[in-house]
Antibody
């Protein structure tokens, strides 16, 4: 059974930093692209960032490029998101999501439960 | 970035109704279109991928169609557990943008 467990969310002041983690199990982590998707309170889904399983190529939404860094440690089956220069508009539940199949990209069958990031003074 | 526009933003329907939700992309995305269902307090659930492929375990009353820029999600006979918010998402090119969502409510 695939499991994705996010951690690292919390309250942070504007301009601050935070690192999210997503511990994965139940599948060959290194074979799958992974992504972060967020949802602001009462709002829709926003794709934030993705990382390939093979070459580790990284991709970002314009809203976070230059402030957020996605990475992965295949030896630990863990996905990360380093967030810096945080703004109030980054407040959201952050989901870790796994690609549907090794050959696919961008369609997500498995999701974590989400971790809440609140940016406020 | 590719913009995804869903319509309607909300709808009221009764159990047994046929429901259709549309999604339009700002440029051609071939069939790189996915549909998700989300219920309050839960993570999204993948229903349809590649515009018309039903994800394993999803009831056959859900179907998807379309290619290029115009896509449709159809629920053939709405069930009580289908009241939720539905999102389309393009996976043609990053950033993999989502539509604004369609909330399906009970009439």
């Amino acid at each position: 059974e695939v499991q994705l467990l996010e951690s690292g969310g919390g309250l942070v002041q504007p301009g601050g930093s935070l690192r999210l983690s997503c511990a994965a199990s139940g599948f060959t982590f290194s074979s799958y692209a992974m992504s972060w998707v967020r949802q602001a309170p009462g709002k829709g889904l926003e794709w934030v960032s993705g990382i390939s399983g093979g070459d580790g190529g990284t991709y970002y939404a314009d809203s976070v490029r230059g402030r957020f860094t996605i990475s992965r440690d295949n030896s630990k089956s863990t996905l990360y998101m380093q967030m810096s220069s945080l703004r109030a508009e980054d407040t959201a539940v952050y989901y870790c999501a796994k690609d549907r199949a090794p050959s696919s990209s961008g369609s997500y069958k498995d999701w974590g439960q989400g971790t809440l990031v609140t940016v406020s003074s | 970035d590719i913009q995804m526009t869903q319509s309607p933003s909300s709808l009221s329907a009764s159990v047994g109704d046929r429901v259709t939700i549309t999604c339009r992309a700002s440029q051609s995305i071939s069939n790189y279109l996915n549909w998700y269902q989300q219920k309050p307090g839960q993570a999204p659930k993948l229903l349809i991928y590649a515009a018309s492929s039903l994800q394993s375990g999803v009831p056959s009353r859900f179907s998807g169609s379309g290619s290029g820029t115009d896509f449709t999600l159809t629920i053939s006979s709405l069930q009580p557990e289908d009241f939720a918010t539905y999102y389309c998402q393009q996976s043609y090119i990053t950033p993999f943008t989502f539509g604004g969502g369609t909330k399906v409510e009970i009439k």
